[in-house]
């Protein structure tokens, strides 16, 4: 830009010595005090050239004008497009994120009919009976369960420690742990109940061991 107002001064400057010239070689004319008929027709005639150096500049100046705004519009267009290009690129990328993890996402655990044996529980309660007996441990191990995590969580797979961060019905911490169990660990209180009796197996053997642990340490 720099460089074409510098070629844009000097052109301008040309033009305006160029008046000078004309004007200077009018005002001697008239100044020699001739006033016959070739001076008379010089000096229109350098009037006349005059005229159309200035309707010249008017016209190289409005062309000029045109171009630089056809040349701001054309930038305009490029940046646009390249905006629109880099948010069509993230939204592709994003597509194909959601896609991957739907792709790879495990499914949910449905905890199958309620066994008779459960009969006297109800709600996520009655699940977590139905997936103890299905995880291989005996109903015994049940009023422990129950205790644990009525404490935790009061059985509620929405529950939120707002201290820890810890999430659902078996607390974990950091929640998205449960997302081995099942993609829909935030909402399925199956998969919670699935994950958290896998941990307590693994850590403590089964649901008396961590309430033992509980009484005595305040937490599992």
């Known amino acids: 830009m720099l460089v074409a107002l510098t070629r844009i001064g000097a052109r301008s400057f040309a033009v305006l010595l160029l ?7 009018i005002n001697l004319g008239l100044a020699g005090g001739g006033h016959d008929d070739r001076d008379t027709r010089e000096a229109a005639a350098d009037t006349a050239r005059a005229e159309d150096q200035e309707g010249t500049t008017r016209d190289w100046w409005r062309e000029y004008s045109e171009s630089a705004a056809d040349a701001d519009a054309e930038d305009k267009a490029t940046e646009l497009t390249k ?25 949910g655990i449905d905890p199958g009919e309620i066994p008779d044996d459960c009969d006297e529980y109800s709600g996520n ?12 441990f005996g109903l015994d191990q049940m009023p422990c369960l129950d205790k644990l995590w009525d404490h935790e969580s009061g059985w509620n797979e929405h529950a939120t420690n707002s201290g820890s961060g810890a999430y659902g ?39 008396c061991g961590a309430w033992e642990n509980f009484v005595n340490n305040g937490s599992y």
């Open 83 to 107: 905006i629109v290009g880099e948010q069509a690129s993230s939204a592709d990328e994003e597509y194909e994120r959601r896609k991957e993890e739907k792709e790879n996402a495990i499914p």
């Open 125 to 136: 309660r009655a699940i977590g009976c139905a997936l103890l007996l299905k995880e291989g």
């Open 19 to 25: 008046f000078a010239g004309v004007a200077a070689g």
């Open 169 to 207: 019905i078996p607390q974990a911490y950091p929640g998205d742990k449960m997302a081995s169990s099942g993609s829909d660990w935030q909402t399925n209180p199956a998969t919670q109940i699935d994950w958290g009796l896998g941990y307590i197996k693994g850590r403590y053997g089964d649901p």
